[in-house]
């Protein structure tokens, strides 16, 4: 038997392959029986399903007119050489009270699948983002990689957006009414280190103005605002 060359052969989108038929090419040759009374076959049989990468042993045999026998092994490489089906979805990112956010890949997957990989090592172009980035969408893109190194992408567009209320802090105060009895609170008087995740807040307070006929205790609701339409209020007594 002259031992066929060893084939390569490449996985359909089932992670499969079929054993090649060695036999109809096979050369033989016997000093009694002439080629084409010799008996061949082999194991595994030709359209024997392979699954998966890698080497399968295929084991071919001849017998002359006499009986006798001899065999050679081939071996069936198969390889996989399909990148993963990415499928991305566009994610809203949340940023937290440091005004941060990290991206995942589950975030931006949506349903990646493999022909022959079951879990695929995924990679982002950006994980992390802060409050510079709220606005536009940001575009990241999500690469699959299976287990044969194969690899392919899908870009998500993702927004970044703060949703944190301003933390208030008040200090007591005390307002000396002008010689008109009358007197103005500003919200700084009150304000003990108020902030925000995300930078700058504007201050306010309800009521503002006082005459004659409040003095004593009085109750007002300092209010925080930020950029991004999130609020605060908190009472305070002045």
């Known amino acids: 038997i002259t031992p066929p060359a060893d084939p390569t052969i490449n996985l359909n989108n089932s992670c499969q392959a079929l054993v090649p038929n060695f036999l109809p090419t096979l050369v033989v040759s016997d000093n009694c029986t002439p080629a084409g009374a010799i008996t061949k076959n082999q194991n595994p049989a030709a359209g024997t399903t392979i699954n998966g990468a890698g080497a399968t042993s295929v084991k071919i045999y001849a017998t002359d007119a006499s009986g006798n026998k001899d065999s ?3 071996v069936v490489i198969t390889q996989d050489v399909t990148p993963p089906l990415m499928i991305c979805k566009n994610a809203n990112l949340y940023l937290d009270g440091a005004g941060n956010a990290t991206l995942t ?21 950006k994980t992390n983002f802060n409050c510079s980035n709220i606005g536009a969408p940001v575009a990241v893109t999500l690469t699959g990689t299976d287990a044969s190194g194969n690899s392919s992408t899908c870009i998500s567009q993702v927004t970044v957006l703060d949703t944190v209320r301003p933390v208030i ?4 105060f005390t307002l000396i009414l002008d010689a008109s009895g009358n007197g103005t609170l500003l919200p700084s008087d009150i304000d ?9 807040v504007t201050l306010s307070v309800a009521p503002n103005t006082f005459n004659c006929g409040d003095v004593g205790s009085k109750t007002v609701i300092f209010t925080a605002l930020d950029t991004h339409g999130n609020s605060s209020s908190s009472n305070a007594v002045i």
Do not use: I
Not at 106 to 120: E, F, K, M
Not at 169 to 172: D, V
């Open 192 to 200: 003990n280190g108020t902030y925000d995740n995300c930078g700058p």
């Open 169 to 172: 802090n008040t200090k007591a």
């Open 72 to 74: 050679v092994t081939v």
């Open 105 to 125: 890949p589950v975030n931006v997957n949506n349903g990646s699948t493999d022909n022959c990989t079951a879990v695929l090592t995924y990679f982002l172009s």
